[in-house]
């Protein structure tokens, strides 16, 4: 048989598959960020994004009825804002994970000490609120910074869910120590399926949910068939819409009607990796990180301009 995938993990119970669907409820920090001074005029985009409140409630109901714990990266303001979400979350026995305070660039920060400074006020406000320090972290919008590996090794966290540089876990190796990436790509997210949110400067032309999920299949159908992993990044705001969501429960029911998946939070799937690295049942690729400590000066490239022929007509 071909084999895509040179170091597959052995998945629990014999599972070809695992499979977290997670969701970065980002809510009204994105808008607050994008339009500092303008976001209180905003009505429209304010109730686009407000939207979670309704759609967050929906998605840990959808879980419930398949018997799924999963889980979702929440902003800390967002969850001071909207405790109510954090309590539904928690009641349903799922994963909360760190996703910036409120939503800002870790790799537009002005010093890796205001980074660290915006990663340990996230966390506090996460153990505050849901008794335990999060596992995991992923950087909003996937902006790692050169300091982050770092940053979440010195903290203690023990994934990230931020890059795109494999199809199974690795791990991230800095002078701090070691965490695990549990990785994804742009296929899974939603936003480039079905968003249109002109204040953010992102029009797409908006699919169907069929179509969105042809895109999520296909990756889901290679990664089973290559003992691959799965992980969405959608957004309660985008497919905790009612058309999608109920799409995404015909998913689910045909993901554990194959009976070789394995539904999982992602502090599961990094333990699980942990376990499985000390047994010495799987090695995962090590990455130094940061990869390039400074920019590449401009002499490295050396690159002369294109030479460049005409010829005229007739």
């Known amino acids: 048989m071909l084999k895509l995938i040179e170091n597959p993990v052995p998945w629990p119970n014999g599972a070809k598959v695992a499979v977290a669907i997670t969701f970065d409820i980002d809510i009204d920090s994105i808008l607050h960020l994008a339009h500092r001074d303008t976001s209180h005029k905003l009505i429209n985009a304010q109730s686009l994004l407000r939207y979670d409140r309704i759609s967050v409630r929906r998605i840990v109901d959808m879980y419930r009825h398949f018997g799924l714990r999963q889980t979702f990266f929440f902003p800390a303001w967002c969850m001071e804002q909207y405790p109510d979400l954090v309590d539904y979350i928690l009641e349903g026995g799922h994963e909360i994970a760190h996703h910036g305070y409120i939503h800002e660039h870790p ?3 002005v010093s890796k000490e205001d980074e660290l400074y915006w990663l340990q006020h996230g966390t506090d406000v996460i153990q505050r609120m849901t008794g335990k320090r999060p596992a995991g972290w992923r950087a909003p919008l996937y902006n790692f910074s050169e300091h982050s590996a770092d940053l979440l090794a010195q903290e203690g966290f023990l994934y990230d869910a931020s890059l ?5 876990p690795y791990i991230l190796k800095s002078q701090s120590g070691e965490v695990i990436e549990i990785p994804s790509h742009w296929s899974l997210d939603d936003w480039p399926q079905h968003s249109y949110a002109p204040e953010f400067d992102f029009i797409s032309p908006i699919k169907s949910p069929d179509q969105g999920m042809d895109v999520y299949m296909a990756e889901f159908e290679a990664a089973r068939k290559y003992n691959g992993l799965w992980v969405s990044i959608w957004h309660p705001t ?16 045909m993901m554990l009607d194959s009976g070789d998946v394995w539904f999982a939070t992602m502090e599961e799937i990094a333990l699980h990796i942990q376990k499985c690295r000390a047994e010495g049942t799987f090695v995962p690729r090590i990455e130094n ?12 490239f050396k690159v002369s301009a294109p030479r460049r022929t005409f010829q005229a007509n007739g």
């Open 289 to 300: 990180m940061p990869t390039y400590a400074k920019p590449l000066e401009a002499s490295t």
């Open 164 to 168: 795109m540089g494999d199809d199974v």
């Open 107 to 109: 790799n537009e920060q």
């Open 238 to 253: 985008v497919t905790g819409r009612l058309s999608r969501c109920d799409r995404v429960a015909k998913m689910i029911e």
